[in-house]
Each structure stands twice: as structure tokens, then as C-alpha cells.
């Protein structure tokens, strides 16, 4: 499978792996080098992944004249994280 076909999880994974190896004093400059751009590559996948959601959300959380409504999860639309009235 390819590394853009990765899932986000698949690629965290890996990515976790990577580190391991380069926390490793036994590594070659080399091996690490080769690593360290594996480690890119997933990186991006990830980011790719983060970037799409992020889209998605924003998608679900548009007001009626498609404008960004920004909220605090767990927080009805009305309410900040400190309990004030976002409605001035």
C-alpha cells in the first residue's frame, strides 16, 4: 500500500515506529537519514488527513449563508468555555 493510501491511524502508527528507530543510539547516520524521510512522507499523510477533516467540519458547521460558525465542542452555540453569553 501505498503512503498516501494510508489511513490517518495507519500512519500515526508508523510514524510512532520511526521514532523508536531514531531514539535508537545504535543508528547509522545513514539509517537514520532514511528514517527521518520515511517519517516526512507519513507526516504529510497525516497532515493531509488532519486537513481534509478539518474541511469536513467546517462543511457541517456552516450557517445558513454558508459563513463559519466557530464553536467550542461540547459547548451549545450560545455559551463560551468561561459560561458568557457569546450574543452581545
Do not use: W, Y
Not at 521514532?19 to 545513514?30: F, M, Q
Request: proline content about 1%; charged content about 30%.
Amino acid at each position: 500500500m501505498a503512503k498516501s493510501e494510508l489511513s490517518f491511524e495507519a500512519a500515526l502508527k508508523e510514524l510512532e515506529k520511526i521514532v523508536e528507530k531514531l531514539e535508537s543510539p545504535d543508528l547509522t547516520l545513514t539509517s537514520a537519514l532514511e528514517q527521518f524521510e520515511k517519517g516526512v512522507a507519513l507526516m504529510k499523510t497525516c497532515d493531509s488527513h488532519l486537513r481534509s477533516a478539518e474541511g469536513k467540519i467546517k462543511e457541517l458547521l456552516a450557517g445558513k449563508n454558508g459563513e463559519f460558525i466557530e464553536t467550542i465542542l461540547g459547548v451549545s452555540g450560545a455559551e463560551t468555555a468561561g459560561g458568557e453569553s457569546t450574543d452581545e
